[in-house]
C-alpha cells in the first residue's frame, strides 16, 4: 500500500495560527482511499451555499482548488473515479467539504456521528450531503486495538484499517488507524488541534478546543487515551492530527 500525506484546505482565522486540513490517501493496486475530504471543488463554487458565511469567516475558511484532494489525486496521475472509499473521522465542514467530488465512493462513519448529522445539530452543512452519498455506517465493536475500541473498515480489499472511537469533539468523532508498513499510523481527527495538547492543557489552543467540543468531558478522556497510547506504544504507533503544519512532509503542506 501507498499513503499520501495531503492538505486538502487552509482555515485562517486571527489571532490563531493557519490550520491545515490533513488527509490521508491511500492507494493499492490502483484503487485509492481517502480519510477526510477537506474542502472541495463545489465548496469553491458557492461557499457561502455550501458552507455559510457565518462558519467561512468564524473558521477563516480559504478557497484554493490546487489544494482538494480532487486536484491532489490528478497531480499524483490517478483518477478521481479510482476513489472507492473514504472514511470520515467527523462530518464537519472542513473534513466533509470534498465528499461530493466523489459521489461513488462508499463513505464510511460512525453511527453516532451519522445520527448527530441526520439530527439537524447545526454544526454541520446539510448542503454538502446534498448529492447523498453512499454511507456505510460502523456500530459498536468487540475488538480492541492497544486497549480502545477498534471497529473494523473493509477498504482497499483487506487493508488493516480501524475506526477508533475518539468521542467528545463530535459525539461520534472517531479516529482512523491503517497499518503503514511495520508500524500503525492512527490519525486522530481533531481529538486535537495541536500536537502540543498531547502534553498539556495549558497552550491557548486548548480553550478552543474546549468552545468546539460538543462534549468536553468526552474529549479529555478521549485526549488522554491518546496520551497513553504514545507513552506507552509510541515505538509502534504514529499519530496526526488534522489541523497542525508541522506533522506532515513539508512537501505535501502546499500554500
Known sequence: ??????????????????????????????????????????????????????????????????????????????????????????????????????????????????AQLQSGNPRYSISQFAHQPNWVLHDTSSEQWFGMEARPLSILGGTDAYLIPLFGHTLGHCGVVVRDGGRWLLHVGDAYYLRVELTTDDHPVSALATLRAEDDAQRRRSLSNLRRLVQLHGTEVELCGYHDFTEFPQEAVGL
Open 1 to 114: 500500500m501507498n499513503l499520501y500525506h495531503l492538505n486538502c484546505g487552509l482555515l485562517h482565522a486571527p489571532p490563531n495560527p493557519r490550520a491545515a486540513c490533513h488527509c490521508l490517501l491511500l492507494e493499492q493496486e490502483g484503487r485509492l482511499a481517502l480519510i477526510d475530504t477537506g474542502i472541495g471543488l463545489h465548496d469553491i463554487a458557492d461557499p457561502a451555499g455550501r458552507i455559510g458565511e457565518f462558519a467561512i469567516e468564524a473558521a477563516g475558511f480559504q478557497f484554493h482548488e490546487g489544494l482538494t484532494a480532487a486536484r491532489h489525486i490528478e497531480q499524483r496521475g490517478y483518477q478521481v473515479g479510482a476513489v472507492t472509499d473514504i472514511v470520515l473521522t467527523h462530518a464537519d465542514p472542513d473534513h466533509a467539504g470534498g465528499l461530493a467530488d466523489f459521489p461513488t465512493a462508499a463513505v464510511h462513519v460512525s453511527v453516532e456521528e451519522f
